[in-house]
């Protein structure tokens, strides 16, 4: 697949990665190591680092993304599109099996994901910890992977339970589909309904909020000892993204460009 495909980089927009498999298991703070095109765990910031006299950042909970909420959108085509559908319903406990036919009339998918949270920890605070933690001496491939500049952590998550579907025909109409069908193949984890504003917009809704997007950072290390950078200005999310032309990079006091992980054609696939 191209790295023009939407399914690819439709949170780019708004700052994120997108996360191939949604989870609820992926907090801020989270330590991954990249390796190739995946992104595997690694354990929480203390599995690895020792505290020194700064503590952990304070993870913020459960903030409403008001400026996203019913922004958040993308349509594919028919077979992508329901590879992705594949992928939340498989995340909140449903399945598949079956449900092409339901969709057989329709050439497209749209998804619209419906009041998003986000939890976040303060890039600041975590380079306040991380200047004055130690590298947990037992951690032999955690040393190995900083030395390398491999290690990433998340500083914030993009969730939701809920989210919006709707298929199209060539004419670009909504396509009605049978709703109890789809309630029965889906399974009783997922509860499916249809929206107020058309009867063909499906709403799928689990029974936790799962992590699809995310922000990291990457970190660099000398030796045993954090290099610290500096952050993209405060703005749009989309800075956190691809650089412009035209916007100076951001330098560690090494002299490193800062490397901020973000949606560029690739999905962010964090393997356990």
């Given at each position: 697949?191209?790295r ?20 609820a ?31 952990a ?14 922004h ?29 036919g ?89 509860k ?9 917009k ?23 000892r954090?290099?610290a950078?500096?952050?993209?200005p405060?703005?749009?999310a989309?800075k ?24 560029q ?8």
């Amino acid at each position: 697949m191209g790295r023009s495909n939407p399914a690819l980089n439709y949170l780019k927009q708004y700052g994120y990665s997108v996360v191939r498999l949604p989870r609820a298991d992926l907090p801020p703070g989270s330590l991954l190591e990249r390796d190739g095109g995946d992104l595997v765990d690694l354990g929480g910031l203390e599995s690895v680092f020792q505290a020194g006299d700064t503590a952990a950042p304070k993870v913020h909970p459960n903030e409403r993304v008001v400026d996203m909420s019913g922004h958040i959108k993308t349509t594919l085509s028919l077979g992508l599109g329901l590879s992705l559908l594949g992928q939340f319903l498989k995340a909140l406990g449903g399945t598949t099996v079956g449900l092409e036919g339901e969709f057989k009339q329709a050439k497209t998918l749209t998804f619209e994901f419906d009041d998003p949270y986000s939890d976040s920890i303060a890039p600041a605070d975590l380079e306040k910890f991380l200047a004055r933690a130690d590298v947990d001496p037992r951690s032999v491939n955690a040393h190995r992977l900083l030395d390398e500049d491999k290690v990433y952590v998340v500083t914030r998550t993009l969730k939701a339970k809920q989210f919006l579907l709707e298929g199209k025909n060539e004419r670009q109409a909504g396509v009605k589909v049978n709703v109890p069908a789809i309630s029965g193949i889906v399974g009783a984890d997922v509860k499916i309904g249809t929206s107020r504003e058309s009867s063909s917009k499906l709403s799928f809704e689990g029974k936790e909020l799962l992590v699809f997007g995310i922000q990291a950072v990457r970190l660099f290390y000398e030796g045993n000892r954090f290099v610290a950078y500096r952050h993209l200005p405060p703005g749009s999310a989309t800075k956190r993204g691809a650089r412009a032309a035209t916007e100076k990079p951001q330098l560690t006091k090494a002299g490193k460009e800062a490397d901020y992980l973000s949606a560029q054609g690739a999905f962010v696939n964090i393997a356990k």
